[in-house]
C-alpha cells in the first residue's frame, strides 16, 4: 500500500478534486467534508486511521450512525461520501484495495414529492400581486412567483438570477444550476410581461445598479433563499391556502407535475428541472399515477362499496 500522509490531507486533496475535476457545488464539498471528517474522528478514537480502514471498521462506523438515531437519508448520504473517497484514494494509488466497494447502504423510502393543484398556484400568483406595500414590492413579489411557476427554477437559482440574464424582453432565461452547470429555460408569456413590468421598477429604485435581478441591501447582495420562503408562506395565507402545504420547493413540484399531466415527456422535465438522472425526474410520473388511483376510487362508480351505489 502506498505511504499515506494523514487522513485530513487526504481528505483535502479529495474536495479538491470533486471541485476541480467535476465542479461540485459549495454545499456538496462541505458535505463530503462533514461525512469524512465524522468517520475520520470516530475511526481515530478507536485508533484506527480513515485511510487504514477495513471493510468491518466501515461496517462499524455505519452501525454507530445507526445507534445514533440518524435517519436513512443521512446514513446513506455518509456511506455514499465515503465509497467516492475510497474510490478515489484506490484511483489516487492510495490504497491497493477499496474497502468501502461493497457495503450495501441503508433502503431509501421513496416518498413522493408534496404538489399543488392548478388552481392553487393561480390562488398565489393572484395574491402575489396584490401582496405588498408598495407597487414595486408588488411587482417583485408578481415577478418571484411567475418566474418560479414558468420555469420550475431551485430557489437558490431564481434569487440569484443576474439582472443582466433579463434585459431585452428574453423568450429564455440562461440558468446557473448545481455545478455551476447552465442550462436554457423558456419563459411563458405572463412571466415576461411580469419581468417587464419589475426590470421597470428595479431600475427605478435605490438598488438599480446591483448586478442582481432580485437585490437585496443582505451580505449576498440579492433576495435570500429564507426571504423567500418566507414571503412564499405569507402568500399562501393570503391565497386562503395552508401555509405547511406551500414552499418554495413544492412549486417546482408542481411545475414538473402539471407538465407531465400536460403530456409533456420526462427527458424534456428533466432538462428543465436540471435533473442529472432522470431517475431524479420519474418519480414525478408516480405523483400523477397518484392522482389518476384517486381519481379512479373517487369517481368511478364500481370503486365505491355496494351499500354506497
Not at 462533514?34 to 480513515?50: I, K, N, P, S, V
Not at 456511506?79 to 478515489?88: C, G
Not at 411567475?146 to 437558490?156: D, K
Request: charged share 25%.
Amino acid at each position: 500500500m502506498t505511504e499515506s500522509t494523514p487522513s485530513a490531507d487526504r481528505i483535502a486533496a479529495f474536495i479538491e478534486a470533486q471541485a476541480a475535476e467535476l465542479g461540485a457545488a459549495r454545499n456538496t464539498q462541505l458535505a463530503y467534508a462533514r461525512d469524512l471528517r465524522d468517520a475520520a474522528e470516530w475511526m481515530a478514537r478507536r485508533g484506527t486511521d480513515l485511510m487504514a480502514a477495513d471493510r468491518d471498521m466501515i461496517e462499524a462506523y455505519l452501525s454507530h450512525c445507526t445507534a445514533q438515531g440518524l435517519a436513512a437519508a443521512t446514513r446513506a448520504r455518509r456511506l455514499s461520501s465515503i465509497r467516492q473517497f475510497f474510490r478515489f484514494a484506490f484511483n489516487e494509488g492510495w490504497r491497493d484495495t477499496d474497502p468501502a466497494i461493497e457495503i450495501r447502504g441503508p433502503g431509501r423510502a421513496r416518498r413522493l414529492p408534496k404538489t399543488l393543484g392548478v388552481e392553487d398556484v393561480v390562488a398565489l400568483i393572484e395574491a402575489a400581486r396584490r401582496h405588498g406595500r408598495s407597487a414595486a414590492d408588488r411587482a417583485r413579489n408578481l415577478c418571484l412567483m411567475e418566474l418560479i411557476y414558468a420555469t420550475g427554477m431551485r430557489v437558490s437559482e431564481l434569487v440569484s438570477l443576474p439582472a443582466a440574464a433579463a434585459r431585452g424582453d428574453p423568450a429564455m432565461l440562461l440558468v446557473r444550476g448545481k455545478g455551476d452547470k447552465e442550462r436554457m429555460v423558456p419563459l411563458s408569456p405572463a412571466a415576461r410581461a411580469a419581468l417587464a413590468d419589475w426590470l421597470v421598477h428595479r431600475d427605478a429604485g435605490a438598488d438599480a445598479r446591483s448586478r442582481f435581478l432580485f437585490p437585496s441591501r443582505g451580505a449576498l447582495g440579492h433576495l435570500t433563499r429564507n426571504r423567500f420562503f418566507l414571503l412564499v408562506k405569507e402568500l399562501a395565507l393570503a391565497a386562503g391556502l395552508p401555509p405547511d402545504a406551500v414552499t418554495p420547493h413544492t412549486l417546482r413540484h408542481a411545475f414538473a407535475t402539471h407538465l407531465l399531466e400536460g403530456g409533456a415527456d420526462l427527458i424534456s422535465i428533466q432538462t428543465l428541472l436540471g435533473h442529472a438522472d432522470v431517475s431524479t425526474t420519474e418519480i414525478y410520473t408516480h405523483v400523477v399515477d397518484a392522482r389518476l388511483q384517486e381519481l379512479v376510487l373517487t369517481h368511478h362508480p364500481l370503486a365505491r362499496p355496494r351499500d354506497e351505489a
